[in-house]
């Protein structure tokens, strides 16, 4: 929540540029000051979100860990491979204490119910609106704890939704449903089985999502291919959708024989009941209140007006929950609106409105500039194809969406019929996947930018409402001396050379000094170094988190305008060292990994020479480090200090490499999952004056007592350590002999389980810590003892 207080100064220099545009105007001072005010009120409501959700985190605190009853009104239901999910409202809270219900001061507006189907259980039998009373375990949403991560608990904290229960018991309170909604329940679950028994599956999944708002049935290879292209937007209910459908409801209503009020309400309300049944999402909300302003208009017969109806379905959205106009998916949606409403007229009007295709090259231009920071700001990579491709798909979703309806209207009569209606939405997804193959195999189809920087988004700002302004000037020009510029060609590619231009100004700047990330993988280890224009990897993987790779190492590197580790070091062949290097190898085709450093004592093992062979297959030049090889890189000089060929270790964590990284001043010491033995080999190798030198001490095998022996911590003695495991792991790492050790020591102590990543920033002189967590542990180098 801190981030939309950062961000609350973008709607107050909005404010201010309404103002004094006003000013500039003449406009009648009420009105020009209105935007301030409402600047002040929207400033207001958020510090009281902002409060609530402090207070609601205090109290959520009170249940975790215990035996906890919900009992709530059931708002929504959803399956998905035997698992039932609820979601209740309307909850009141009770927690076991000493074998008796202790009733708890803390009523989130909404929480999640997981169910898992089984026999016996009366599952079939509920409905939206019955009360139920739910026992078991609570589950709060995770929360980022490295850079790039998905925000779960901001993103369901900001759609109301405070906690998962993952129940064992279930009893009905209150039997009585809904009988609306449960009805529109029946709907979408009875249209989604005709998808699927009519349609071929993969076509069934992306009819369910576009057409019912239900996007479970899409395969990850499908999302990653729309998403990857930019035109995920395609897979979601939103504005096109909502659009098209209420128009259709229009017409035929009209055709009917309606009147337009008639026709208008009776629309407005076929839309409401069709935003209900999708779920209702933020998408939604907008598109349909934007739609309902419309066909308002059309009765009163006034001109509708598309950013007045977009404000104000802005206004209600923010209303009801400002964190959630710090969405990825809200601001995108808004940000088209706004793009078509106030960009695309400007350069239509300097393209020529008269020009074939104007229309549609303006609307895709003015939405893919608008939306192309918040893209690189929360998916840190962008489509640079994704302009062309936008302009052929999205004219074909009107077929896809005409097919998905005709299969649930005329499957419903025939299975053949069904099918029948399920061809045309089939060709046109099979051209889809065509186009997004091809585009995806050309060169630079995604361009990793990281997530821009304030400087760079005021900038691009500034450049953006430039370029404006000048086709705004042009275009007067024109006008006035009664004149046309026949030059639509040069007009064209001075827009992609804008648009090319614009990326470049989102790129990731430099590195200055040594940026190092020490990040919270789980249980396991995973340190990413930035020096020198390369980007170094020493270990990444996990035990603890299986999905580390997609979900973690590969978000982080995006989110940091990664897309190549010039080297890659795998201490040794665990699991917990290497499951995300692998995955980076096997399936992360957006980041490629030039050199990899592996283990020289596990060379014969099979998770290494596995490991060695994907490496190969993706070019990676594979090579074997042993004690005593050096790298230079600029004023970084990485050094193995262990094992060496002669030595012979006596497991797998005994073959682990010891790094020692020098940059400047500062000098840091990673040792894998090296034990008390390998430590004393290391000290009999006379290496005390490199160790000696050793500020930062990446702690050996998380913590275990079974290493960072009091004779190697006297012999490096370390200013400060960092300490990788898994928060919760069932090893008890870190060890509290170890913690004490370095107490003795006066080393200050960072772990990941506690902090989230850490991460360490110096000039080669001056070492600076902070945690992505809480980000308040700063240390200055010479502010604590210096190194004798």
């Not at 961000?7 to 105007?25: D, H, K, V």
């Not at 009893?171 to 709907?187: A, C, F, M, Q, T």
């Amino acid at each position: 929540m801190l981030a939309l207080t950062s961000w609350l100064f973008i709607p107050a220099m909005i404010a201010a540029g309404m103002i004094f545009c006003g000013c500039r105007r003449g406009r009648n001072p009420l009105w020009v000051f209105l935007p301030l005010v409402f600047f002040y009120l929207g400033s207001a409501r958020a510090g009281l979100e902002i409060d609530q959700l402090r207070e609601r985190d205090i109290r959520l605190l009170e249940i975790t860990g215990y035996y906890t009853e919900v009992q709530g009104s059931i708002s929504s239901i959803a399956e998905e491979k035997g698992v039932v999910s609820l979601t209740l409202k309307n909850n009141r809270i009770r927690k076991m204490m000493k074998w008796k219900w202790e009733d708890v001061l803390y009523e989130p507006p909404g929480i999640m119910v997981s169910l898992k189907e089984c026999e016996g259980n009366s599952l079939k039998s509920l409905g939206i609106g019955q009360i139920v009373a739910v026992r078991g375990e609570v589950q709060p949403f995770s929360q980022a704890r490295n850079p790039g991560e998905f925000d779960f608990k901001s993103y369901y904290q900001s759609l109301g939704v405070d906690f998962t229960l993952f129940a064992e018991e279930i009893d009905i309170v209150k039997v009585g449903k809904s009988p609306l909604l449960e009805s529109l329940r029946k709907l979408k679950v009875y249209g989604k089985a005709l998808l699927y028994r009519d349609a071929i599956e993969t076509d069934a999944g992306i009819f369910t999502a576009a057409v019912l708002g239900d996007k479970m049935g899409i395969s990850r290879d499908i999302k990653d291919l729309y998403q990857k292209n930019g035109i995920a937007h395609l897979l979601a209910i939103s504005g096109l959708h909502m659009s098209f459908i209420g128009l259709s409801f229009y017409k035929l209503i009209k055709k009917a024989g309606a009147g337009f009020w008639g026709a208008g309400l009776f629309s407005m309300v076929l839309l409401i009941l069709y935003g209900i049944l999708t779920g209702a999402g933020p998408s939604v909300v907008r598109a349909g209140v934007m739609m309902c302003l419309g066909f308002y208009a059309a009765c009163l017969g006034r001109t509708y007006d598309l950013l007045s109806a977009a404000s104000l379905s802005l206004f209600f959205l923010g209303f009801q929950s400002p964190s959630l106009l710090m969405q990825g998916g809200v601001q995108l949606s808004f940000g088209a609106v706004f793009a078509i409403g106030a960009i695309a007229p400007v350069i239509q009007g300097w393209l020529g409105k008269d020009r074939l295709f104007s229309g549609s090259i303006s609307a895709c231009f003015a939405v893919q500039m608008i939306t192309l920071p918040v893209t690189a700001f929360h998916f840190y990579q962008v489509p640079p194809y994704g302009l062309i491709l936008n302009l052929l798909v999205i004219p074909l979703m009107g077929g896809v969406l005409c097919s998905g309806l005709g299969v649930i209207a005329f499957g419903s009569l025939s299975p053949v019929l069904g099918t029948a209606a399920a061809g045309t939405g089939h060709y046109i997804l099979s051209l889809y996947e065509i186009l997004l193959n091809i585009a995806g195999k050309m060169p630079g189809s995604s361009i990793i930018l990281g997530r821009p920087g304030i400087r760079r988004l005021v900038a691009y700002g500034f450049l953006l409402t430039g370029c404006i302004f000048i086709m705004k000037l042009f275009s007067r020009v024109e006008k006035e001396a009664e004149k046309k510029n026949n030059d639509t060609v040069g007009k064209l590619l001075f827009l992609t050379g804008f648009y090319i231009l614009s990326i470049f100004l989102l790129l990731p700047e430099p590195v200055k000094g040594l940026d190092a990330w020490f990040l919270d993988v789980g249980q396991g280890d995973g340190i990413l170094l930035r020096a020198e224009g390369a980007c170094m990897l020493i270990d990444g993987g996990s035990s603890s988190e299986k999905s580390l790779g997609e979900y973690t190492l590969s978000p982080c590197l995006k989110s940091l305008g990664v897309s190549v580790i010039d080297y890659a070091f795998v201490s040794h062949g665990d699991l917990d060292h290497l499951s995300g290097v692998k995955y980076l190898l096997e399936s992360c085709e957006d980041i490629q990994i030039k050199n990899l450093y592996l283990p020289y004592h596990g060379r014969d093992e099979e998770m290494i020479q596995s490991l060695a062979a994907l490496g190969k297959n993706r070019g990676a030049c594979v090579q074997y480090l042993t004690g005593g090889d050096v790298m230079k890189i600029g004023k970084l000089v990485i050094t193995c200090l262990y094992p060496g060929k002669d030595d012979i270790p006596t497991d797998v964590n005994g073959e682990s490499q010891v790094l020692k990284m020098d940059y400047g001043e500062c000098h840091m010491l990673f040792t894998g999952d090296m034990g008390e033995r390998e430590e004393q080999l290391l000290l009999e190798k006379k290496k005390d004056q490199l160790l000696s030198e050793v500020n930062v001490l990446k702690t050996a095998h998380h913590g275990s007592k079974y290493s960072s022996s009091e004779s190697f911590l006297d012999a490096v003695s370390p200013v400060w350590a960092v300490i990788s495991y898994g928060q919760g792991n069932s090893y008890g790492h870190p060890h509290e002999e170890v913690l004490e050790r370095f107490n003795e020591r006066n080393v200050s102590v960072f772990g990941t389980g506690m902090n989230g990543a850490v991460r360490l920033e110096t000039d080669g002189t001056r070492i600076r810590f902070s945690t992505f967590v809480d980000g308040t542990r700063n240390h200055g180098y010479n502010v604590k003892k210096e190194k004798e």
